[in-house]
């Protein structure tokens, strides 16, 4: 661990409160405490926050009494006033970012104030940080309350190590910028060094915000200013798992248990574990709860929805009106569908200890954890490992970040109350097999990525020298590391396109172009990949559409791209469709200039295409070819002055054709907005096109030699045809 380091959060891991007249101090509960814990202990590093009690609350004296007993939790306070509070956390911080973040609509309009005290508060925040800290520093600055921070800290520290983690969603760039201020926040992460998230579909918010608003150039995962690069990469926060497994045997929580299992009998809990808040979609379960209740009369006695709900920014109207909301349900349901001995809403209304939250884990079937937008959501995971036996089964909304490591879970989306509906009764009849090969599945995933590897990994990552711009284009072997990386990629994604180039990457180079069938082996691999219903494979090549429909035509399931683009025909259609309106008058003049080339050079000949004319001389002299090749380029780049063609270099190939045909935007077409997984292939050099054209986060892969801007690199064909075969399984 490394040492020296500042955490800045806008809560301390201690809490201050005034018990009859006297200061008591109290561990803070939540994740971050947990995951960071470590670093809290050491006295070498320094926690900055807020205590909890207003300025107001406290005498001078009081504030020196705090001050010195915080410092012996490594803690530092920023004392704030109640205005203060009010118009930066309630205000600006929670009626404005919050809902914005989770693309919930914004209900105020902010007064002037709101603005002025989070700029006053995220000021005050970085004078407690450089007055206790020296030049050099590693400082981590946490969530939605502090954007402003790691800018206002770089201005003054430019060689200080800044990094910043988001707690909950960025949103995409829509809602960001319907924001006021929000190029000013912005500005305000890009102070960091390293910015991380919960999930890749995060990041790509954060980067398609900043592409939308010019600002320097986006690569994938990170963002290139003009004296710096800022790296940005998802870092999926996880718990302190032996904490909660391990607490299962504990006496206390064995004694709990054995209250819940005399209270509720063998009736199926549903249990709901939420602050109460717009996000967290509790009046929606609650509906949902309702239509499997009146769908299924034979539930009626033997199920009981256990809703906790933690209070949360009591005093701002929204959560003030949607406590009525959801205890008019609970009331609605439980008068519509109970008895004298059965009451199908238990709902609570406050926080819990430890031992009683690890016993309702414990004793409930179902988790029903359904939040309309989640960062993460930590509870999904904390059930999941209260489960020794694995007789509990996860509902988890698609738009949590847990959803994208928890795909075993029962994914459902929280707008449709049939989705809800239809994924608690699912819940309900699961078959024993299959609900322990999903809880075995899932809790292997999150005890092997704990909270403590969560902030260790951040902070190597931070500690890393931060590359600059002249390593733009830097590609790395595509290691069995790497591997991993992508093959976990592909197993969280649900919408994949693969783009795969044919000749050199599929299969072999031929010296005899017509001799390139598909192998055995190939055909196997692009079976099973087109097989998985998530997967759209595209084959993107040069070839004409007479050699792909004569090798692959045969298999619907492929979209085939020919010419680089020119034509297509996608999958499970059987007619090629043209794509362009090219204009073709240079052919005659490049035809001639090639045939003349080609009468010069043994043994190269001549391939055309609609919108190509292809020179190839594998099978020439390479003396003559080279030779002849430097002066037929010149006289080409001069035609290009006066037709609309491009001239590609490629392996043993010199091709002309329309620039209108562009496999890059080819390439583009292919995807959609629900696309989160693209893997491109490719060798040559309208693969280049095709890996520049596709968003940052894409993996793209060169094969062989040669300059490029795809991130990864593998030798051959072989190394390809073993990673589909990964993919594939």
């Known amino acids: 661990m490394q040492p020296g380091v500042i955490i800045v959060s806008n809560r301390l891991p201690v809490s201050v409160k005034r018990v009859d007249g006297k200061l008591e101090y109290y561990p803070s509960i939540g994740g971050l405490a947990t995951g960071l814990s470590s670093y809290a202990n050491n006295r070498q590093n320094k926690w900055i926050g807020w205590p909890g009690i207003p300025n107001e609350d406290l005498s001078e004296s009081d504030r020196i009494d705090v001050t010195k007993e915080l410092k012996k939790h490594n803690c ?6 109640k205005k203060q509070l009010e118009n930066y956390y309630n205000g600006f911080s929670n009626s404005l970012l919050w809902p914005a973040f989770h693309e919930l609509k914004v209900k105020v309009k902010p007064p002037d104030a709101y603005w002025s005290a989070y700029r006053r508060v995220n000021n005050l925040f970085a004078e407690a940080v450089l007055s206790l800290s020296s030049r050099g520093s590693t400082i981590w600055v946490h969530d939605y309350q502090l954007l402003l921070l790691p800018a206002m800290l770089r201005a003054r520290r430019p060689n200080d190590k800044i990094g910043f983690f988001l707690h909950i969603p960025f949103p995409k760039p829509e809602p960001f910028f319907a924001l006021p201020h929000a190029q000013q926040l912005l500005g305000g992460l890009l102070g960091a060094d390293l910015l991380g998230f919960h999930t890749d579909s995060y990041v790509q918010n954060f980067l398609n915000c900043c592409q939308q608003a010019d600002i ?20 999926p926060m996880g718990i302190d798992y032996n904490k909660f497994a391990k607490a299962t045997k504990q006496r206390a929580v064995r004694t709990e248990l054995l209250k819940l299992r ?3 009998g063998r009736k199926k809990i549903i249990l709901t574990v939420d602050r109460l808040d717009p996000t967290k979609g509790l009046a929606e379960r609650l509906e949902a709860y309702r239509e499997v209740l009146q769908n299924t009369p034979k539930l009626h006695g033997k199920v009981v929805m256990v809703m906790l709900a933690m209070p949360s920014r009591t ?23 109970g008895t004298l001995r059965w009451q199908p809403v238990e709902y609570m209304f406050k926080s819990m ?4 939250f690890v016993a309702l884990y414990r004793r409930a079937d179902v988790a029903f954890i359904a939040p309309i ?4 959501n930590l509870v999904a995971k904390e059930y999941l490992a209260t489960q020794p036996n694995k ?6 909304s698609q738009t949590a ?8 879970a029962i994914i459902v989306d929280p707008h449709e109350k049939g989705s809800l509906a239809s994924g608690l009764q699912k819940a309900l009849t699961i078959s024993p097999k299959e609900l322990r090969d999903r809880a075995s599945k899932m809790q292997h995933r999150i005890q092997n990525y704990t909270v403590h590897d969560w902030a260790g990994t951040f902070m190597k990552t931070l500690q890393q020298a931060t590359p600059h711009s002249e390593s733009l284009h830097v590609t790395y072997q595509l290691t069995k590391l790497k591997k991993r990386e992508m093959q976990d990629a592909y197993r969280r994604a649900h919408d994949r396109v693969l783009l795969l180039d044919y000749d050199g990457v599929l299969v072999s180079l031929k010296n005899k172009p017509e001799d390139a069938e598909p192998t055995k082996q190939l055909l196997s691999s692009l079976d099973k990949l087109t097989a998985d219903r998530l997967n759209h494979v595209v084959i993107i090549s040069g070839r004409s559409k007479d050699d792909l429909q004569a090798w692959l035509g045969d298999r619907r399931d492929l979209t085939l791209i020919a010419e680089h683009g020119g034509f297509i025909r996608p999958r499970k259609k059987t007619r090629w469709q043209k794509t362009t309106d090219a204009k073709l008058n240079w052919k005659p003049e490049v035809r001639t200039l090639l045939k003349t080339y080609t009468e010069k050079t043994p043994g190269a000949s001549i391939e055309e295409k609609t919108d190509s004319i292809v020179w190839h001389y594998r099978r020439a002299n390479q003396y003559y070819a080279h030779k002849n090749l430097v002066a037929l380029k010149r006289l080409l780049w001069r035609l290009a002055k006066e037709y609309p063609i491009v001239i590609d270099q490629g392996l043993m190939i010199l091709e002309v054709r329309s620039s209108s045909v562009h496999k890059g935007e080819a390439a583009l077409g292919q995807l959609h907005k629900q696309t989160d997984f693209v893997l491109a292939i490719g060798d040559d050099t309208t693969d280049e096109d095709m890996f520049e054209h596709l968003p940052g986060w894409s993996h793209t892969v060169k094969v062989g030699r040669g300059r490029t801007k795809a991130r990864f690199r593998v030798q051959n064909v072989a190394d390809v045809l073993a990673l589909l075969k990964q993919l594939g399984g």
């Open 76 to 81: 530092y306070p920023v004392f704030l006033t």
């Open 216 to 235: 320097g150039i986006v690569e994938h995962r990170k963002l290139i200013l003009p004296d710096r690069v800022v790296r940005v990469t998802d870092f």
């Open 262 to 264: 005399a209270k509720y």
């Open 315 to 337: 005093e701002i109207p929204e959560y003030i009106a949607l406590r009525k909301r959801v205890e008019k349900l609970v009331k609605s349901i439980n008068q519509e569908f």
């Open 353 to 356: 200890p430890f031992e009683q």
């Open 373 to 376: 937008k989640d960062g993460m």
């Open 391 to 396: 007789h509990g089964i996860l509902i988890l």
């Open 401 to 408: 970040g847990a959803a994208e490591e928890l795909k075993d």
